[in-house]
Nanobody, 123 residues
Framework: QVQLVESGGGLVQAGGSLRLSCAVS????????MGWFRRAPGKEREFVAR????????DYANPVKGRFTISRDNAKNTVYLQMDSLKPEDTAVYYC????????????????WGQGTQVTVSS
C-alpha cells in the first residue's frame, strides 16, 4: 500500500514563500512520476506541477511557471514544491499524487493521492 503525506502548508502573506513536502511510503519513490495538484474553494482540482522518475524533466501549469519549483529526493522518498512570490489566488488545498506514466497532466494517470495540505495567502 502506497501512502503519501503532505506537510508544509500554512498562512503566508502575498509575496512570501512556502515549501511543501510529500513523504512517500510503501514503495520506492523512484517507481513514480510525482505531481502536485490544488483545489481552490468552489473550483475543480487542477494540475500544478509534475516531475519524472529521475527528476530530469518537469512540467508546470502556466499560472505558477517561474514562481514554483518541483523537486524530488528519491533517497529520502520525498517530493517538494517550493512556492515563491505567492499570490492570494494560490490559496487552495495542495495534494501530491503518484503515477506510473508521464502521459498527461490530468488526474487520470495518478493512482495514489495524499490527504492535502492547506495553503492560504493573504493580501
Amino acid at each position: 500500500q502506497v501512502q503519501l503525506v503532505e506537510s508544509g502548508g500554512g498562512l503566508v502573506q502575498a509575496g512570501g514563500s512556502l515549501r511543501l513536502s510529500c513523504a512517500v511510503s510503501g514503495r520506492p519513490l523512484s517507481y513514480y512520476v510525482m505531481g502536485w495538484f490544488r483545489r481552490a474553494p468552489g473550483k475543480e482540482r487542477e494540475f500544478v506541477a509534475r516531475i519524472n522518475w529521475s527528476g530530469g524533466s518537469t512540467d508546470y501549469a502556466n499560472p505558477v511557471k517561474g514562481r514554483f519549483t518541483i523537486s524530488r529526493d528519491n533517497a529520502k522518498n520525498t517530493v517538494y514544491l517550493q512556492m515563491d512570490s505567492l499570490k492570494p489566488e494560490d490559496t487552495a488545498v495542495y495534494y501530491c499524487a503518484a503515477a506510473r506514466s508521464w502521459e498527461s497532466t490530468g488526474t487520470g494517470p495518478y493512482d495514489y493521492w495524499g490527504q492535502g495540505t492547506q495553503v492560504t495567502v493573504s493580501s
